[in-house]
């Protein structure tokens, strides 16, 4: 009977709890470190020497200009890519919208 009411109070406290890490801005964070950040900085700043090498001004993707740009053009450029930026190719449609989520974050109040 004990270990009945453990179950349950375990059950609660992962339903409690989930929200607070399935949150789709973590997931990502996650994956734009992984797959972004190499080149667009931790927190979408852009990297001097990336700009550099590919002979582009790469703007903040919290600036206004970026963030502008509609949720499906921002899923395009990760997947299909833009001008000097090629698309990148393992990231899923839920992938996409985690780092879309992600993205959000950055813009400039
Ligand atoms: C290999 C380096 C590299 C990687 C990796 C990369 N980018 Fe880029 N990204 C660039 C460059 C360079 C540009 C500028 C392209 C241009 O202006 O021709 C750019 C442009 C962009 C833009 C358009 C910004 C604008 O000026 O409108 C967005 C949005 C963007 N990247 C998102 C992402 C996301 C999201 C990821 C990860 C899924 C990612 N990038 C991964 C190099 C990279």
Redo the contacts with the bound molecule.
């Keep these: 009977m004990k270990s009945v009411v453990s179950m349950l109070l375990v059950g609660f406290i992962v339903l409690a709890v989930t929200p607070l890490f399935a949150g789709d801005t973590a997931a990502g964070r996650d994956l ?1 470190g992984k ?2 950040a ?3 900085g931790a927190s979408g700043e852009g990297k001097d020497s ?1 700009a550099k090498v ?1 002979k ?1 001004e ?2 903040n ?1 919290g600036s206004k ?2 963030q502008a ?1 509609s949720d499906a053009d ?1 899923k395009k ?2 997947i299909d890519g ?4 090629k698309g ?1 190719k393992d ?1 899923d449609a839920k992938g996409s919208d985690d ?1 879309l989520a992600y ?1 959000r974050t950055f813009a400039k109040k």
């Design positions: 734009f797959k972004c190499s080149c667009h990336v590919f582009v790469m703007h993707l200009e970026v740009k921002l450029v990760m833009m001008g000097k930026m990148i990231v780092i993205m």
